[in-house]
């Protein structure tokens, strides 16, 4: 593959796509599997429930004993015994009988509907209604909620709330998904003072650390600060080997431009990284440079945090995603009705980030005026990208583009 430089995010990030391999797969049990990415389609072994149940209190019973039943002609059952949820079902219900039904009881042999017990008049022997059922009602049919052999979630999904309860249905104890994504975070720059430590001169405190270790971990992998490297080459790349050889993916921040102490890409390559992308053609973001190594990804964005996480969004999460086994590792482009003016245009696309609000049905974003490259205060809150197409001009109010959630 031919070295990408200063394409669009999409055309990079769709190429890089094309060489990222799935992680590795093992067995976690049940209580761990929230958050997890399934390895293998889930089908359901049992229906669910795998009984006939009553939805509610009351009384089982034959519909052609109250078929002709009314206010003027009640018809009067004996009551054979109680029934709760976790029982067996006991006796078959006979002509002219009833059994006392609580809530998710399993409806016995003979019984083909229940009355709920406040449309009754009972005692402890004998229950009386005023009104015919049909056969049938008021029951919940075994596999009404799921049926045997039903996927109940596929390869790449990501278990959430209802997938955990749906497993556990089934009385999985264990389930197979694709192990948890171990990422390095290396910071380069000698302008940078880690947090507790004094500043001094223009030195400024390593922000790039936490931001992306936050979002790593939001993102579900396990993130781990690899250090800091000054503007030094080797110094860099002794690093870069090191995490790749002991985790599954390193992103290092800073050193990726043009300048003449950005090493990082050279230090890639000392590392044994093969550079696939070079820079694309977006702002912020445009500083970046993407490889591999034995299958695991090398990843170098800008320095300034603004434009490091508007490339991680567009370009680096994505992959990651995919890396870590998602199926549905790429955003959903949705159309956004801008709220308020954003003055610059540029050549390439620009993407601004903010907050989406829904009026009248609408997705629309008020931009924040301040979307510099170092600026981390307008990235507060944000859950919304808008991308501006190449050569848009300013934007205005009314204005309606693409974007995706972040």
Partial sequence: MRVLK?????EARDALLAETGITGVEKV?????????????IRAAMMIPHYDR???DGYALRSADVANASEEHPVTLRVLYEIKAGDEAGAPVGAGEAVKILTGAPIPAGA???????????????????????????????GEDVKAGRLLAGRGTIADVAVTGMLASQGMKTVDVYKKLRLAVISTGNELTEVGDHLSGSSIYNTNRYMLTAELQRCGFEAFYAGLAGDDAEETCELIAGCLDNYDGVIITGGVSAGDYDVVPEAMEKAGVSIRCHGVKMKPGMACAYGFKNGKPCIALSGNPASAMTNFYCIAGPLLRKYAGEENYLPEIIRVKMTGDFAK?????????GRM????????MEPPADQGNAVISSMAGANLMVIVPPEHGPVHAGDVLDGFMI
Avoid: H, M, W
């Fill in 6 to 10: 200063k394409t669009n995010f999409r």
């Fill in 29 to 41: 049990d049940i209580s761990e599997v929230f958050g997890r990415v399934l390895s293998t389609d």
């Fill in 54 to 56: 009553s939805p509610f």
């Fill in 112 to 142: 083909d509907c229940v009355q709920k017990y406040e449309d009754t008049v009972f005692d402890a022997r004998s229950v009386t209604l005023k009104a015919p059922l049909r056969s049938g009602q008021n029951i919940v049919r075994a």
């Fill in 345 to 353: 245009g540029a050549k390439g696309e620009r993407l601004i980030r």
């Fill in 357 to 364: 609000v829904i009026a009248d049905g609408v997705v629309t």
